[in-house]
């Protein structure tokens, strides 16, 4: 379709959002034409839910204007801007478990209807026609939708497909203009995103337009008239689908700077820390097996197996939603799992979370995690909680020592370092557990470029003593360039697996996240 043609339907403007001090938006602005289907993607942590946020009111912008079908949009009032013609799924399913699919679709009239708490208690004539009527309507979305079957069925005892379905329903009940899609695709098998793409491509036939953040890049371009990407809370490049594939600046945002170079020519790189030959041993330092995750009925991780040495630095990459961060949660047993993992010559699957610590391996987390309302100092005794040594003292001092601007801040509150030192003390907390291993989740999330060279300084100077890493970086360059070897995970599997130099060379990697 030619989306110039069009009279537009929603435009925003110079949108800005900041919490504290981050800026999560800066001066994005978009428009979406009438009946167009509208991509919105970017690595982990670009500002795309807060743009969903921002446009559906749940936050308030703190800059920039919304016009929607050529008025302007209330600021911060969800409850009008649906009533508008702008309706939201979300991210993490919201379906009322306890209410029947036909129910939780003739709660999402509610903003449509005209009887208030006077007609449900006193259930005139007009309330119980309106009531009637509704759940006509509320029936025939379940039919569009393709689960009128389980009208009668509660919402948690749906198949998560049809949760997403459910949510799609609810949300057309409101009768948008625009409906805003947050990750439909999130934890579906190939047949489910299938039948999905046919859902959206029939909205759009049926006249309305549809605003898409997914992170199943394949679907985004298969689907969408023009994408906008996002990076650090900018857009960074809008453009028919094959041209946003193309464009440098979108390669380099996922794939980290000089991604774009051609695969057959890879930028060497002086900061590539050299392959160290992992330490003589009968068995792996870690070795998982037949690994999976589910969150309900969302399969993250769907059976990966895979080990790293004594003395490695193992990457694993790939794009948003792969099940990268379900992984090392499941090793570290914040979350449930099937499979086993072995640590040196001992099981590691049934044990308690907090004992794993105590046995060497450490987690520097995503988002960091530090304790805000405490110390420097007092984060990185943290870290040492488990210990009763005498060597508490001179490990603090090494950790100083290593870290600089740690020391000079030792007395400071953790909530009020910058982005970078807060990485910083996460992984000096974690280091205070004398780890064997040390798990990173995106360390490089949301920091400046100069603060990410120095964590990953802090990464091969880690290394370099002897401790054995398995990261998880959205920045594949970057990643590749300081591991050993990698492991690519797509849609929760493991399809690629090679020395860190040969999937820098690999053209596959670009398209696991790019969906070439």
């Not at 992984?327 to 044990?351: P, Q």
């Not at 007395?411 to 009020?416: I, R, V």
């Not at 360039?481 to 130099?501: H, K, P, Q």
Request: charged residues 25%; positive net charge.
């Amino acid at each position: 379709m030619s989306s110039t043609a069009t009279q537009p339907l929603l435009e925003a403007r110079g949108i800005s959002k900041r919490f504290g001090g981050v800026q999560a938006l800066k001066d994005v602005s978009l428009t979406i034409h009438s009946g167009e289907i509208y991509g919105l993607i970017g690595p982990n942590g670009a500002g795309k839910t807060t743009f969903f946020n921002v446009l559906t009111g749940l936050y308030s912008r703190d800059g920039g204007e919304v016009r929607f079908a050529g008025q302007a949009l209330p600021l911060g009032n969800p409850a009008a801007i649906a009533r508008a013609g702008l309706a939201r799924t979300f991210q993490n399913i919201r379906l009322f478990a306890h209410m029947t699919a036909l129910e939780n679709v003739m709660v999402g009239r509610h903003g449509r209807t005209r009887a208030g708490v006077l007609g449900a208690v006193l259930r005139p004539r007009a309330a119980r026609a309106e009531e009637a009527a509704i759940r006509r309507r509320a029936m025939e979305l379940l039919h569009y939708v393709g689960i009128a079957d389980r009208a009668d069925a509660l919402a948690k005892n749906l198949s998560y497909g049809d949760q997403r379905r459910l949510e799609i329903a609810r949300a057309l009940a409101s009768e948008p203009k625009l409906l805003a899609l947050d990750e439909p695709a999130a934890g579906m098998n190939a047949t489910e995103t299938a039948e999905l793409r046919t859902l959206i491509e029939g909205l759009r036939r049926d006249g309305l337009s549809v605003l898409l953040i997914e992170h199943d890049v394949d679907l985004v371009m298969g689907l969408c008239d023009r994408v906008a990407v996002l990076d650090y809370g900018e857009k960074i490049a809008e453009n028919v689908p094959e041209a946003v594939r193309r464009d440098p600046h979108v390669i380099e945002a996922y794939l980290g700077d000089n991604a774009h170079t051609s695969p057959a020519q890879p930028t060497p790189s002086p900061a590539r820390t050299p392959a160290r030959k992992a330490a003589a041993a009968d068995h792996p330092l870690l070795a998982v097996i037949d690994l999976e995750v589910r969150y309900g009925g969302i399969a993250a991780v769907k059976g990966i197996s895979f080990a790293v040495e004594e003395g490695e630095m193992v990457c694993l990459i790939g794009a948003n939603g792969a099940g990268k961060t379900s992984t090392l949660k499941a090793l570290t047993r914040m979350i449930g799992s099937r499979g086993e993992v072995r640590y040196g010559r001992e099981r590691i699957d049934g044990l308690p979370g907090h004992t794993l610590v105590g046995r060497g391996l450490a987690l520097v987390p995503e988002g960091r995690g530090v304790f805000m309302r405490l110390t420097v100092a007092e984060n990185l005794a943290m870290g040492a909680f488990h210990r009763r040594d005498a060597g508490i003292a001179a490990d603090l001092e090494e950790i100083y020592a290593l870290l600089p601007r740690l020391a000079e801040r030792r007395t400071q509150l953790a909530g009020t370092l910058s982005g970078g030192e807060q990485q910083m003390l996460a992984i000096g907390r974690a280091l205070m557990g004398r780890p064997r291993l040390l798990l990173l989740d995106e360390p490089s999330m949301g920091l400046a470029p100069i603060m990410v060279q120095k964590v990953f300084e802090l990464i091969r100077a880690i290394a370099a003593r002897g401790v054995s890493i398995l990261l998880v970086e959205q920045n594949a360059r970057l990643a590749l360039e300081t591991c050993d070897r990698g492991y690519v995970m797509e849609s929760g599997r493991i399809t690629l697996a090679n020395s860190a130099t040969a999937l820098a060379a690999d053209p596959r990697v670009r398209a696991a996240y790019l969906g070439e």
